[in-house]
Nanobody, 120 residues
């Protein structure tokens, strides 16, 4: 079992920043998992946002967030964060933490999701 709990969401104005955090736990959680964030806007499918490998040496971002979002992880704490700067209304979505990210569209473990709302 792997549990992923997101925190840090909320409602902000365009141009503001938010930091999402995800705490991973569970008997079968593997610290070598690639971790990531995905998001789902109202009426749309779930989209890849960012991912980071276990060593934090490699990160990948969706084109829509490059230069604005930064993913990081703390393996001692089993947490993965997403720093979101210069937020835009189109960033409004339910954000999901993911563990054991396998491709830009899939992962084996998911959090419950946390809402981020950006108003213009």
């Amino acid at each position: 079992q792997v549990q992923l709990v997101e925190s840090g969401g909320g409602s902000v104005q365009a141009g503001a920043s938010l930091r999402l955090s995800c705490a991973a736990s569970g008997r079968t959680f593997n610290p070598y998992y690639a971790m990531g964030w995905f998001r789902q806007a109202p009426g749309k499918g779930r989209d890849f946002v960012a991912a980071i490998d276990w060593s934090a040496d490699s990160t990948i971002y969706a084109d829509s967030v490059k230069g604005r979002f930064t993913i990081s992880r703390d393996n001692a704490e089993n947490t993965v964060d997403l720093q979101m700067n210069s937020l835009k209304p189109e960033d409004t979505a339910l954000y999901y933490c993911a563990a054991d990210v396998t491709t830009n569209s899939s992962a084996n473990f998911w959090g419950q999701g946390i809402q981020v709302t950006v108003s213009s």
